[in-house]
């Protein structure tokens, strides 16, 4: 795609009926020898929740469209219809009858009733992780098998604002074969229309061999809508729409209303809409055409399918009948497309290759016309985007340690356990994570109270997933398992952290000490042994923290700041050391006690001070002239006065580079379209953040890690630094809290500039999956220069890489050599005309979450450089899963008696090799009622990096394998009693498919086994 952006003048031109294409034209002897087949597909589009919530949408609407279809396929055969999103569905089906269900089945048999993707919704592509995209998939699929028994074919993705090749990859993995694709840059779709590469193999960038080939329709023209999908002439295709028959409530913009048919003008209105199907058809290498019939929420009215099925059949049985016109016409599905194109593909004779070209890379950044770039939509509404990610950390977490209490309820037979609500909530949770990765919810692009709605499934699911982190946890600790009835009604295990609603911050709850020790329980989501910095807050600064054997362990006392400049006198933070064992739980024991073992955080204030210092020792400087510096064995890092970084020293090389960071401020365009909700249209350059006078800014120094922290008016900045030897000391940690609520029309960036020759070359990941290289141009406006990241982005010359690495979605671009700008939060006042009829001003106090991680490499061929293909180091994977899967600590609460519990949980026999992550560990369905089986789907992936990183002590504990797994090799507490390989998304299973004793995975490979554990 890289190669395909720098062919194109992104000139505009105007293209005539076909605005932003060509006159197309044919001769009417082309279709002689082959007649035309065409496949006129009903659909219909039903975003899960954008201007109604979900609920409001179904009853308004979806309910309907069901109710109909069902009666209105049945009347004739040749009759067809499409769905994709299961959320709908599967909301329709649990209030219909026997009759209903049974109709719909048949319908399914006869293909008259196709079902595309079947994931949960139809997700944004953007923005999600594939964490969530897998999983909404699992979710949708898993309900089609058991209501339905059908196992969808092709990928059906006409609104989500742009395209990634994850999906494709997912969809490949799961099984598909075709997919088809809508929104693209409209001067990409006219380059591809011109070659006629609108079908394509979408092949993965880091494919050598075609193992990820999957065939791929891209629309030509601007929207799924009818008028711009019989051809290239809106004005002729809309007059087809049979909808917007006079009389009704929509009609045509371009000023002529359809006709119904009859025998006196179906001759004259089947030539017309031949022409425009024969014009689409020249875009394309097949004689087939596949003409799209739908739009959002049609066929609710029993109308509608009247008009649009009677009249469309008319014209077909007229076109049929005349063997001069060569064509051959008829509804369809999707499949039956491309069933008809892989047949026309066949038999085009040349060779046994397809005609069919290959392509590698994305379809970011969207625009639709002129430079309307949807890049606003990366960064809109940050606090969910950051929410979405806390519930995947959470729901990952839940999965895994449900599983492994589940497997051991049932071998002690612990019928509370077992009875509990538990896998209801779980999948309820499973659920509103899918409804949220539909592409008006992770966007940001759905009315306010639609996004409160999303906020509140997710907040409701959040306090759920804890209760059984918590329950689960407990068992698993439990000495004697027998004894946990006694505790999991009262919730024994509490989170440490603590979201009073839906839209604000998780707060730190406060350990109540005395000298009665209580148990402090942390989890480790990772699959290697992890030593990670714990921090709680206390209630009393003389605490002390020992293994569960009793040795006591370093920690670090620091204060608790209620606000900027005062101490709180009720609350201490503790931090500690903890190694904690792949996927394990660790016991530590906390007490009111003196402890030769803690040391008191030592703090400057600049520009300001603080009346009560409490039990620590605080300076209060004036201003910060000579600089300030923060250090630990890796790193070395100088702040200038504002307290913002300045310059990074790399141990290892002795080298002092240049990265500063700045914040700065997007207005929007002064022209009569301005940013909104998707589009991101910006007055000029970004604007530094002023300041009139020096900002507060508070330093400390511990024994486990130190910070500055500034505090301006629209950010709380504060940048981290571990003083530890593991992975976790080698980045810098920086956490800002933005409130920009009070701001007219604005966006709020952080920029690095360093001193790295990366000119305008970048790289940005795609769903936390893979590396999409970028290059800046100069020849496209600002925005359209802003890329998804999903979990990070790079800059890179012959010497080092610098990574932001990010714990939310956001959109980033560097904009000149040496820079990353990443847009944080924006506040607009306006619609942007994309139909969502408001701007974006509920804006809330927002987290953002991020490490910078700076590399020495060596780079031997700079040619390599300009490949398409590009990996993160395995140091950065580990930094990036710090930053996703937080260590969980979970406090005892106050109980009696108390219990006994193991001094560590070890699931793993040890680390998973470094490159492989266990993406989850996800509890079945049962073939029968609600509940659960006693399998999980066990799913792998091998990640792929870059070797050409100096390896050095890195703190890695883990070694890498080849992609090889002993799975004997794999449990410490359980028995493997089977595990079988199975399609990503367990629809399908290998014809071979039985026991294995060992993994073999592929770098970059995802795959799905079932596992069953003892
Ligand atoms: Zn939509």
């Known amino acids: 795609m ?102 719909v089945k048949s319908l399914l048999e006869n293909g008259q009733f196709e079902i595309v993707t079947g994931g949960w919704v139809m997700p944004d592509e953007a923005g999600p992780h594939y964490f969530a995209l897998i999983d909404q998939l699992i979710e949708g699929h898993q309900w089609l098998e ?46 591809f229309a011109l070659h006629k590469t609108l079908e394509f193999f979408w092949r993965q960038n880091w494919d050598m061999g075609s193992v990820t080939d999957i065939f791929c329709h891209m629309m030509p023209f601007y929207s799924y809508d009818i008028p711009h999908t019989c051809g290239p002439d809106p004005k002729i295709c809309c007059q087809f729409d049979f909808k917007r028959l006079p009389g009704g409530r929509v009609g045509c913009p371009w000023g002529i209303p359809p006709e119904t048919i009859y025998l ?50 008319l014209l077909f049985d007229y076109m049929n009948s005349q063997p001069q016109l060569n064509v051959k016409i008829q509804f369809g599905t999707l499949s039956d497309y491309f069933d008809a194109l892989d047949k026309a593909d066949k038999n085009s004779g040349k060779s046994s290759q397809s005609v069919f070209p290959v392509l590698s890379g994305d379809f970011f950044t969207y625009a639709d016309r002129d430079d309307h770039y949807w890049s606003g939509y990366f960064t809109s509404r940050p606090f969910y985007k950051r929410m979405d990610r806390v519930m995947e950390s959470h729901l990952r977490t839940a999965e895994i340690l449900y599983y492994f209490a589940l497997r051991k309820a049932q071998k002690y037979k612990i019928s509370k356990f077992l009875s509990s609500s538990h896998y209801t909530a779980l999948s309820e949770a499973r659920r509103n994570l899918g409804l949220f990765q539909h592409h008006d919810a992770i966007t940001g692009t759905a009315k306010d109270w639609v996004v409160v709605d999303y906020g509140t499934r997710l907040f409701h699911s959040l306090m759920n997933l804890k209760k059984i982190i918590g329950d689960s946890a407990l068992l698993l600790i439990l000495k004697d398992k027998h004894t946990y009835d006694s505790y999991s009604s009262n919730n024994f295990l509490e989170m440490d952290l603590e979201q009073k609603s839906q839209d604000s911050l998780p707060q730190k709850n406060i350990i109540r000490l005395s000298a009665e020790p209580r148990y402090l329980v942390i989890y480790n989501p990772s699959e290697q042994d992890q030593n990670s910095v ?49 996927l394990g739980l660790k016991v530590y024991k906390i007490l009111e006690s003196a402890s030769s073992k803690s040391f008191l955080a030592d703090y400057v204030l600049y520009n300001g001070k603080t009346e009560v210092k409490g039990i620590f020792n605080i300076k209060n400087i004036k201003s910060a002239e000579e600089g300030i510096m923060l250090e630990n064995s890796f790193i070395k890092l100088r702040f200038g006065q504002y307290g913002l970084m300045q310059e990074m020293m790399n141990k290892e090389d002795g080298k002092h580079h240049v990265v500063k960071l700045e914040f700065s401020w997007y207005g929007t365009s002064n022209k009569k379209d301005k940013s909104g909700a998707y589009l991101f ?59 920009i609520r009070k701001e007219y029309n604005r966006e709020i960036a952080m920029r690095i500039s360093s001193d790295i020759n990366s000119q305008n070359r970048f790289y940005t990941d795609l769903n936390g999956y893979q590396i999409q290289p970028r290059v800046t141009m100069s020849k496209l406006p600002l925005q359209a220069n802003v890329y998804p990241m999903t979990t990070m982005a790079y800059i890179q010359d012959a010497e080092h890489r610098l990574t932001l690495l990010s714990a939310q979605s956001l959109g980033v671009s560097s904009l000149k050599s040496g820079q990353i700008e990443v847009i944080m939060d924006r506040r607009l006042m306006q619609d942007d005309n994309r139909g969502l009829g408001q701007g974006v001003h509920d804006n809330k106090i927002t987290a953002n979450l991020f490490r910078i991680l700076l590399e020495k490499r060596s780079v031997t061929n700079l040619e390599e450089e300009k490949k398409s293909v590009s990996y993160p180091s395995l140091l950065s994977h580990i930094t990036s899963s710090f930053l996703n899967h937080p260590v969980f600590p979970m406090i005892e609460k106050v109980s009696s008696p108390t219990p006994q519990l193991l001094g560590e949980f070890s699931p793993l026999m040890s680390s998973l090799p470094c490159d492989i992550h266990l993406v989850n560990l996800r509890t079945i369905q049962s073939k029968v009622g609600h509940g659960h089986s006693d399998e999980a789907a066990f799913i792998l992936h091998r990640k792929g990096f870059d070797c050409q990183f100096p390896s050095r002590d890195t703190g890695l504990l883990c070694s890498t394998t080849q992609g090889k797994i002993l799975v004997q090799k794999l449990f410490n507490k359980f028995t493997v009693e089977s595990l079988t390989p199975s399609s990503l998304s367990l629809m399908h299973s290998p014809p071979d498919a039985r026991n294995i004793s060992e993994i073999n995975l592929s770098p970059m490979e995802i795959s799905t086994f079932r596992i069953r554990l003892r």
């Not at 009417?28 to 929740?49: A, C, K, M, R």
């Not at 006078?693 to 008016?713: C, K």
């Open 2 to 103: 890289l190669d395909v952006y720098s062919l194109i003048p992104f000139d505009n031109p105007d293209g005539g009926v076909w605005k932003q294409g060509f006159d197309i034209t044919y001769k009417s002897y082309e279709w002689d020898t082959e007649p035309l087949q065409v496949f006129v597909v009903p659909h219909s589009h039903n975003d899960p929740g954008w201007l109604k919530t979900f609920d409001d949408y179904f009853r308004d609407k979806t309910q309907y469209i069901f109710n109909n279809m069902v009666v209105k396929l049945k009347e004739d055969s040749r009759r067809k219809f499409m769905w994709s999103e299961i959320s709908y569905l599967s909301k329709w089906w649990d209030v219909i009858d026997t009759q209903k269900k049974d109709a």
């Open 146 to 191: 058991k209501n339905l028994g059908v196992k969808p074919q092709s990928g059906w993705s006409i609104d989500p604002f742009g395209h990634s090749p994850t999906m494709a990859y997912l969809l490949k993995r799961a099984g598909f074969s075709h997919m088809l694709i809508q929104r693209v840059h409209y001067a990409v779709k006219k380059h």
């Open 264 to 313: 006196g003008n179906v001759q004259n209105r089947a030539q017309m809409l031949l022409d425009q199907y024969r014009k689409k058809s020249k875009l394309f290498r097949t004689k087939v055409v596949l003409a799209p019939l739908g739009d959002d929420f049609r066929y609710s009215e029993r109308t509608e399918w009247d008009q649009q099925f009677k009249n469309y059949q």
């Open 534 to 582: 714990v921090s709680v807050y206390v209630s009393s600064p003389t605490v002390q923290v020992s293994s569960a054997t009793g040795i006591p362990v370093e920690i670090q006392v620091s204060a608790v700041w209620d606000t900027a400049d005062a101490i709180s006198q009720t609350a201490y933070e503790i931090s500690f050391l903890a190694h904690i064992p792949p």
């Open 681 to 739: 249209l910006p007055d000029r350059e970004a604007r530094l953040y002023g300041y009139t006078t020096l900002p507060f800014v508070r330093v400390m120094r511990g024994r486990i890690y130190s910070e500055v922290t500034s505090f301006f008016d629209h950010i709380t900045h504060r940048v981290r630094l571990y003083n530890i030897q593991g992975v976790e000391g080698q980045s810098v940690e920086i956490s800002n809290i933005v409130d």
